[in-house]
């Protein structure tokens, strides 16, 4: 069963960074074959992919959003994939998810995962005007 966990989130104000990290488990083949992202989710919205990374982590794709603010990346050796994100603005709160992912055109939830429904828990971010 594939596993989990965000970490990272926090309070902070506009115009300040958070690095967010996600640690995954149980992958069949393991982590390396696998595109990741980032997901988010507002209150009252529905669930929005932010960034994602292919496999070797060569290629990396961000929504209009976030472009020039957030950089996604990974450590294979470590089943860990990462989000940085500079330039807060209050519009960025959500809780932030990890999960497999395809990339293009619009990043969106690998179809197993999504069926399967084991979604961490996220980390919060919360951004003050």
């Known amino acids: 069963q594939v596993q989990v966990a965000e970490s990272g989130g926090g309070l902070v104000q506009a115009g300040g960074s958070l690095r967010l990290a996600c640690t995954v488990s149980g992958l069949r083949g393991g982590f390396e074959y696998y595109s990741m992202g980032w997901f988010r989710q507002a209150p009252g919205k529905e669930r929005e992919g932010v960034a994602c990374i292919e496999r070797t982590g060569s290629s990396t794709f961000n929504e209009d959003a976030v472009k020039g603010r957030f950089a996604i990346s990974r450590d294979n050796a470590k089943n860990t994939l990462y989000l940085q994100m500079n330039s807060l603005k209050p519009e960025d709160t959500a809780m932030y998810y990890c999960?497999?992912?395809?990339?293009?055109?619009?990043?969106?939830?690998?179809?197993?995962?999504?069926?399967?429904?084991?979604w961490g828990q996220g980390t919060q971010v919360t951004v003050s005007s």
């Open positions: 999960a497999p992912a395809g990339c293009s055109p619009r990043i969106y939830v690998s179809t197993f995962f999504s069926e399967a429904d084991t």
